[in-house]
């Protein structure tokens, strides 16, 4: 590698592995070749816990990491083998797909990711359009150049089905094939079950704690079998484009653990490709299950071939922005043509997952015209200006079983795109929302028809008391397909901190049976989220999916609780910021009060200092109980009498010489 | 003043009122004298919006503010008019008021609030203590030395009922009077109506709105008789010592909005009494509508009389922080007649509630003992040692009535501490914290008898699908007494982040009917919150709190959501920020990616940029709804067929040219 060396740089400060953490990989039973990466964290007591990790090669010390190169094509020889595929020369490569003006057009739009609102508005964007420049003895122009260069060595030679022939998962799994992924997931959702022991087998306790799954089947242990019958179902997808083979499969449904998305995009003036794929690593070190590419403007086809060769979560986009750019920017010149060139462009590259917006359908728009914020989606938008301008019916439902067809080829999951969902609570359940969701759920019935994998997107901006019924709602129309929202954020007037306001609808919507929840930043309304934003919406949206899953009744959930809460109460301060969600943040905040090393492993906290300890008197609790036993205790509720205070005479101080520490 | 004035510097930071807003004053009628201040904001479009201040004075740029005279004694007049009070000599302070050791006596705990949990453990404290300063010559000695001076001049002379009076809120609401507070309440909580009436106006949009207010009984305007039927009844106190007449009165009622209260504390160490009153003054213009003072340690007496002498919002505090300080830190030492006095010493200064774990009984100590965290509370802690350590039933629970008469003197509420409430998520709802609920259901029948008024403490650390069976408990078994909850945390795994768990918990459970939520803030767990994560901390939980009064359907709470919303909508920024929880941050968060001033009016957004308009957009969707009809859109959903475009004619370009901006 050259040095200095950027991505090297960038790079360096996102591959440490987690504290006391090392990447162990559990082995396939059906398919030997499965190796499944999880964390294991090394407790200070001897004992050990296995995380569910996104991170994927990153922070595997071993891992040869080039981003030049891409990752390993860990899928390929799952692909080869059914046999299903074949390599093709592709669709050529255009000016315009990385955002180069045609002569004659308006200059393209550089409008980024966002309509104004949330899950498309979540991703750096700019403002202005830079000079296009050409000046081959500009250094950026040679930047870019040698960017470009790059991507279309590590673009690959794309796959697709066999004429004929359904590459999708949810086609296998139709046909009753366990594929290599679905024994992957089934091992990555179940982690290792030996260190939870401990934490799942008291009798009370699981009684007391058990969970309130709302209808949704949690099995104690998922099967591979569980997996395909989820998919065959409809009830799950495994968003995994053949060409895009270095995927660590991963499942999003309802039976399985809450996942959630974080948005990044690129943006001409503000980031860099290379920022992109350093943003990717970033979301995903933090817990991103996936990530949408957002990217609109410039360069947009490269950066798209940088983040995918380089991540280990699937990828999700919205094909109609690159569209929305092939024609300049206006809507009205959008064609089935050019948004059909798209999808296979991006199926090529390897997208995992589209948002479609096929439910902005023309009699639905008149219904916003009374709504406080209109329109918000930037998808449902521009689709919507489509129609009008046309007065024809949005062409992606009259097209929609061509898109299967795409979908199918490449195994491409249909995200079903919420164009029109409320921008604000006083617009939420309302009628437009609604007959869009009923849409959704006819597309939902003709993408299974086809063995395409599908999920349903929802908002939004929901009141806590409305959240119930949209997820009603979607389970009634869309026929348990997975539920895929964006928050919902549950007031409107918390600008600068949506992550909390959203947080708060997504826990609650998690816990009725969303699948999976796209992350909101503390910019979200007002700017673009910068690396510490993207780290501050994930974490807010780990506690939502968390909350979700334990109130589901997720085991290996409440068990990741209770270790970090016995190391909590032993004192055990490294063991209760490395099972935390993130450790450098609990660390950080500890050392501000007590920095010296000595206070991490002694046993008090900065709340009680050094004289006072609870652990202590919980001790003295358990000689108490253990004395006195529960019945005579509870005797002496009735009637008190003074006892004689042996208890007393065991030098029972409250406060622990500081001496003894 | 003299200058340099350590407090106007201080104070200078949060005096200036919030932008665009001014203070009104909204008059009394059954009380002429009553002025209930609201913030008005201007908006930039010649509407106006009125809404909840907890700000006091201070933010009032015509209010003489000089905290070494303490706030105007608004409520002296109404007191006396009663005639039920008499002016006395109050008990003689004592050394040990303020930490220091008496011969022969350990060295008094220095433990700063909480017992490694929670409530009691959000405010700044220390780990070591200084050595005591006696060198007069010493700069810092002279310093504390004249702040007791000063705050002996603060001191009022204190009052009391008269022999065989009580002069609480509820003996008053039970005799059937209004009192001035009653009605100052129903004011308050209203807001101004006027401006709310072209968001409430929808008859389509108040049917899909309506709240679910899970058995709450909310009246579309509150009426001082409403203020004065809650009271009567326990399910609303307004904590109001006769000693605190510089208080704004208050309710706490789950017919009411829901209120939240922030803890603060001193610590000899880390912080200085001034710096205590500041983080007052910043903790209500944040929205904190009640403050805990859970000081321990030194100076503890002056710090409370600074405190409540500067405040316009109800103090609390845990009386047994400083009765264990007097007896020097062992729990064991702690007497009914140590404890009484410093109730007295603490009435007679004006706090308005006292946390009182009058709960925590000898039989159910044992039942904590198999817990994964024990006993977290550090109030319970102590009570727990003192009762193991005598043998006997909680001092506080055997003396319950001796208490209320102390209580109904003063008009000091009791919030009835849970001083077993759980830990961890997986010691909630345990059989401990159900018993000792349970026992605060009897007690508050005790203090109703007394005509005391009372409310609950509740947990804690609770999964999302238990919080609501904590709910529907403390209804059942305390009579609608107003409940108090810490949280909950609806998971472990998230120190640093607590504030957001905890405020999922918050949500749901003041939705369910809580009527007061104790703030959590960053460092909960971990460290010493300080300034900026007592604001974090608070913001967090207005958030909380707003998303119940919208969920149970105040409709004041709705309008300030669809005011802003409106705004967002029609771009007007600077109405957005200021109709938000902290304009502060939203425009900061705005500035970083358009700071331009004109950007601020401007018709984009930075998610959008200058060329793309959803606004716009939405303007289109109405003149095409107009056109056409919902009717005829509807017919095209049957059978599409091509229409004339002439919607296109219209030059509906989906960018506007930027020089038409």
Same mark, same amino acid.
């Given at each position: 590698?050259?040095?200095?060396?950027?991505?090297?740089?960038?790079?360096?400060?996102?591959?440490?592995? =987690?504290?006391?953490?090392?990447?162990?990989?559990?082995? @396939?039973?059906?398919?030997?070749?499965?190796?499944?990466?999880?964390?294991?964290? %090394?407790?200070?007591?001897?004992?050990?816990?296995?995380?569910?990790?996104?991170?994927?090669?990153?922070?595997?010390?071993? %891992?040869?990491?080039? /981003?030049?190169?891409?990752?390993?094509?860990?899928?390929?020889?799952?692909?080869?083998?059914?046999?299903?595929?074949?390599?093709?020369?592709?669709?050529?490569?255009?000016?315009?797909?990385?955002?180069?003006?045609? %002569?004659?057009?308006?200059?393209?739009?550089?409008?980024?990711? @966002?309509?104004?609102?949330?899950?498309?508005?979540?991703?750096?964007?700019?403002?202005?359009?830079?000079?296009?420049?050409?000046?081959?003895?500009?250094?950026?122009?040679?930047?870019?150049?040698?960017?470009?260069?790059?991507?279309?060595?590590?673009?690959?030679?794309?796959?697709?089905?066999?004429?004929?022939?359904?590459?999708?998962?949810?086609?296998?799994?139709?046909?009753?094939?366990?594929?290599?992924?679905?024994?992957?997931?089934?091992?990555?959702?179940?982690?290792?079950?030996?260190?939870?022991?401990?934490?799942?087998?008291?009798?009370?306790?699981?009684?007391?704690?058990?969970?309130?799954?709302?209808?949704?089947?949690?099995?104690?242990?998922?099967?591979?079998?569980?997996?395909?019958?989820? /998919?065959?179902?409809?009830?799950?997808?495994?968003?995994?484009?053949?060409?895009?083979?270095?995927?660590?499969?991963?499942?999003?449904?309802?039976?399985?653990?809450?996942?959630?998305?974080?948005?990044?995009?690129?943006?001409?003036?503000?980031?860099?490709?290379?920022?992109?794929?350093?943003?990717?690593?970033?979301?995903?070190?933090?817990?991103?299950?996936?990530?949408?590419?957002?990217?609109?403007?410039?360069?947009?086809?490269?950066?798209?071939?940088?983040?995918?060769?380089?991540?280990?979560?699937?990828?999700?986009?919205?094909?109609?922005?690159?569209?929305?750019?092939?024609?300049?920017?206006?809507?009205?010149?959008?064609?089935?043509?050019?948004?059909?060139?798209?999808?296979?462009?991006?199926?090529?590259?390897? /997208?995992?997952?589209?948002?479609?917006?096929?439910?902005?359908?023309?009699?639905?728009?008149?219904?916003?015209?009374?709504?406080?914020?209109?329109?918000?989606?930037?998808?449902?938008?521009?689709?919507?200006?489509?129609?009008?301008?046309?007065?024809?019916?949005?062409?992606?439902?009259?097209? =929609?079983?061509?898109?299967?067809?795409?979908?199918?080829?490449?195994?491409?999951?249909?995200?079903?795109?919420?164009?029109?969902?409320?921008?604000?609570?006083?617009?939420?359940?309302?009628?437009?929302?609604?007959?869009?969701?009923?849409?959704? @759920?006819?597309?939902?019935?003709?993408?299974?028809?086809?063995?395409?994998?599908?999920?349903?997107?929802?908002?939004?901006?929901?009141?806590?008391?409305?959240?119930?019924?949209?997820?009603?709602?979607?389970?009634?129309?869309?026929?348990?397909?997975?539920?895929?929202?964006?928050?919902?954020?549950?007031?409107?007037?918390?600008?600068?901190?949506?992550?909390?306001?959203?947080?708060?609808?997504?826990?609650?919507?998690?816990?009725?049976?969303?699948?999976?929840?796209?992350?909101?930043?503390?910019?979200?309304?007002?700017?673009?989220?910068?690396?510490?934003?993207?780290?501050?919406?994930?974490?807010?949206?780990?506690?939502?999916?968390?909350?979700?899953?334990?109130?589901?009744?997720?085991?290996?959930?409440?068990?990741?609780?209770?270790?970090?809460?016995?190391?909590?109460f032993e004192f055990?301060?490294?063991?209760?910021?490395?099972?935390?969600?993130?450790?450098?943040?609990?660390?950080?905040?500890?050392?501000?009060?007590?920095?010296?090393?000595?206070?991490?492993?002694a046993h008090f906290c900065?709340?009680c200092g050094p004289k006072f300890c609870s652990m202590k008197i919980s001790q003295e609790v358990r000689e108490f109980a253990a004395r006195q036993g529960?019945?005579e205790a509870?005797?002496l509720?009735?009637?008190?009498?003074a006892k004689s205070a042996e208890f007393r005479d065991g030098g029972s101080e409250i406060y622990i010489p500081i001496q003894k520490l």
């Open positions: 590698m050259n040095a200095p060396d950027k991505f090297a740089q960038l790079l360096s400060l996102t591959r440490e592995p =987690f504290p006391a953490s090392r990447k162990i990989y559990v082995p @396939g039973q059906i398919h030997a070749g499965i190796r499944v990466p999880m964390r294991e964290v %090394a407790l200070s007591n001897g004992e050990s816990a296995t995380l569910y990790d996104t991170s994927g090669p990153y922070t595997d010390p071993t %891992a040869d990491i080039n /981003v030049r190169r891409g990752l390993e094509a860990m899928r390929t020889p799952w692909i080869d083998a059914r046999g299903d595929t074949e390599i093709y020369t592709g669709r050529a490569a255009q000016a315009v797909d990385d955002g180069v003006r045609r %002569a004659g057009q308006p200059q393209a739009s550089t409008a980024p990711p @966002g309509g104004g609102e949330v899950r498309e508005a979540t991703s750096v964007g700019e403002n202005s359009r830079r000079e296009d420049r050409t000046d081959p003895s500009d250094p950026e122009v040679q930047r870019i150049a040698a960017l470009r260069a790059q991507a279309a060595g590590l673009q690959r030679t794309p796959r697709r089905a066999k004429a004929g022939a359904n590459v999708s998962q949810m086609h296998y799994a139709r046909r009753g094939i366990i594929t290599p992924e679905m024994e992957y997931i089934a091992l990555r959702e179940n982690s290792k079950r030996e260190w939870m022991a401990e934490y799942l087998s008291d009798a009370e306790r699981n009684q007391r704690l058990r969970g309130n799954p709302m209808g949704a089947q949690l099995p104690e242990f998922v099967t591979p079998e569980f997996v395909r019958d989820e /998919v065959a179902r409809g009830r799950a997808i495994i968003p995994a484009n053949i060409n895009h083979p270095e995927v660590e499969p991963m499942v999003i449904g309802r039976n399985f653990l809450v996942k959630i998305n974080a948005n990044i995009g690129n943006s001409a003036v503000t980031s860099s490709i290379e920022e992109e794929v350093e943003k990717l690593v970033w979301a995903i070190r933090w817990g991103a299950d996936n990530v949408m590419d957002l990217s609109t403007g410039k360069n947009i086809h490269t950066t798209r071939d940088w983040i995918i060769r380089n991540s280990p979560v699937p990828i999700g986009t919205v094909p109609i922005y690159q569209a929305l750019e092939k024609v300049g920017g206006v809507a009205e010149d959008l064609s089935w043509e050019i948004y059909r060139d798209t999808l296979i462009e991006q199926a090529e590259q390897g /997208v995992d997952y589209f948002t479609i917006h096929a439910g902005v359908r023309l009699p639905f728009i008149p219904m916003t015209a009374k709504r406080r914020t209109g329109i918000v989606s930037r998808g449902g938008s521009i689709l919507a200006k489509w129609c009008m301008s046309h007065h024809k019916e949005n062409f992606l439902y009259t097209h =929609f079983e061509d898109i299967c067809e795409i979908m199918k080829a490449y195994d491409v999951s249909f995200s079903l795109g919420d164009g029109l969902r409320p921008g604000s609570g006083a617009d939420a359940n309302d009628e437009a929302q609604f007959a869009e969701l009923r849409t959704l @759920g006819e597309l939902t019935k003709i993408a299974w028809k086809h063995d395409v994998q599908t999920m349903i997107e929802g908002p939004g901006h929901v009141p806590m008391h409305m959240i119930q019924a949209n997820m009603e709602e979607q389970l009634k129309h869309c026929h348990e397909a997975p539920f895929y929202t964006l928050g919902p954020l549950t007031i409107d007037i918390a600008p600068g901190y949506d992550h909390i306001s959203s947080a708060i609808g997504a826990a609650m919507i998690g816990w009725y049976g969303t699948a999976m929840l796209c992350y909101v930043t503390p910019k979200e309304h007002l700017g673009l989220p910068d690396r510490n934003d993207v780290k501050q919406g994930i974490i807010a949206y780990k506690i939502a999916a968390h909350a979700a899953d334990v109130a589901k009744g997720h085991p290996t959930s409440r068990a990741r609780d209770e270790a970090l809460s016995k190391a909590r055990r301060w490294h063991d209760q910021f490395n099972l935390s969600l993130d450790p450098d943040t609990a660390r950080e905040f500890h050392d501000e009060t007590l920095p010296k090393e000595v206070s991490k492993v900065s709340m529960l019945d509870a005797a509720a009735q009637g008190m009498q």
